[in-house]
């Protein structure tokens, strides 16, 4: 903002400040009283009809209505004026006369846009069309002391939209449909999988020992017990301890913290589904995935057709399914089939691609790295991407043919990663040794490696029945399903560097 522009909102911050204190001397400053009895858009909805609902039909009708929103626009004409009152559901016009109001209407003079004000009265049609409820009472609720967003300008700043997403919330109906649907999304999700005797459970955010994914933690410091802990990055092995108790189908929708860099596919905290099914392989976990993500489509947005970032894409048809090892070779075609394992030639192609890699970087590891950079960002249509290397795949179950490949997952749509699942990993003996070498290769530098939890072990030595799970990440999907181009537009308070001071 120009110091001009600043200068300008000050004085209007005093105007305001102003009219607040002759309110306050008044003693009806911030009332608490005003019963709300009416949403605006249900009005709009009820009497949308203007041949049925004419004025004379609703003055007729005689429907007293009393609501209350913030005042998003007002037009003062002499005697009589027009206001639009913006509550949860929508907007509706005020029709104010004088002759009605007496007082209150010379008081409305005063106010402003942004004011939150309550009113009650019948409702009108305007010569125009225009539904009106005509106020024979009218209140000032809150004084706003903030003037919003210029109307034509708006709020165009995106960093000031996600500091300042209570304005946003009140000038975008964009914005706010993004979170109405979002919040359809997860609703939707909960009763897909609670109508299949999955059972939705809460799980420990601070940890002993961060598990569950390979990914860098933040840390805290519990003070009575003089203990450090881990915030979650995932739940996975609380939730694989109550599928070895019995509770063989669970979920939760559950927040995650990784300590790891900042960009339009990442948050420091981020939300996921993540479930397991006792007796499902993980060719059934991704039956599972499909149905879900094209019923939800389906029932929140009415279609499975939709478009990302300028992308056409059809949740409809069964998605693809496709090995990393032949979607590597496809869009390889310099790399042998046979050179695939050999990990001297793995590093030449890496360094012929500019994949980074270091020393300690298997050939699984490589296989990963050369795929991200050649194949996930083609991955348009929904696509599987299966078998990913043992290496890389610390909690998945060994394919039976190829024990160096595991019997996992991960679902791309529009070049990027929603979902990852496997067949769970339910020998204790084979995960302990893999715990054994995850140790390792963070003694040798590997910082997102995981740690050793010898009572996740204990669990597995109960015993796990075979075990499908799958991870979804609720961001990414609403990004999907709302079109939105950053996880920003779809966090209601995206993580923002603080304000500088001044």
Known sequence: MNDSAHHDENQLIAERRSKLKALREQGIAFPNDFKRGDYAQDLQDQFADKDTWTAEALEADGKRVQIAGRLMAKRVMGK????QLQDMSGRIQLYLSAADLGESYEAFKGWDVGDIVGAAGTLTRTRTGELSVKASQLRLLTKSLRPLPDK?????????????????LIVNPEAREVFIKRSKIVSAMRGWLDSRRFLEVETPMMHYIPGG???????????ALGLDLYLRVAPELYLKRLTVGGLERVYEINRNFRNEGVSTRHNPEFTMLELYEAYA???????????????????????TSLHWEGQAIDLGPPFRRWSMTEAVLEHNPEIARGELRDLEAMRRHCQRLGVRFKPSYGWGKLLLEVFEKTVEHTLVQPTFITDHPVEVSPLARANDLDPELTDR??????????????????????QAARFA???????GGDDEAMHFDADYIRALEVGLPPTGGLGVGIDRLVMLLTDSASIRDVLLFPYMRPESAG
Do not use: C
Not at 416 to 430: K, P, Y
């Open 80 to 83: 009589a004026s027009f206001a």
């Open 152 to 168: 034509w300008h708006g709020l165009s700043d995106v960093e000031q939209r996600y500091r300042q997403r209570y304005v946003d």
């Open 213 to 223: 994914a390979t990914a860098k933690p933040f840390t805290t410091h519990h003070n």
């Open 281 to 303: 392989t993980y060719d059934e976990v991704m039956d599972l995935t499909e149905g879900m993500i094209r019923d939800i489509a389906s029932q929140v947005l009415g279609t």
């Open 409 to 430: 997952f991960e679902l791309f749509v529009g070049g990027r990663e929603l979902a990852n699942g496997f067949s769970e990993l339910n020998d204790a003996e084979d």
């Open 437 to 443: 070498s995850q140790v390792e290769a963070k003694e």
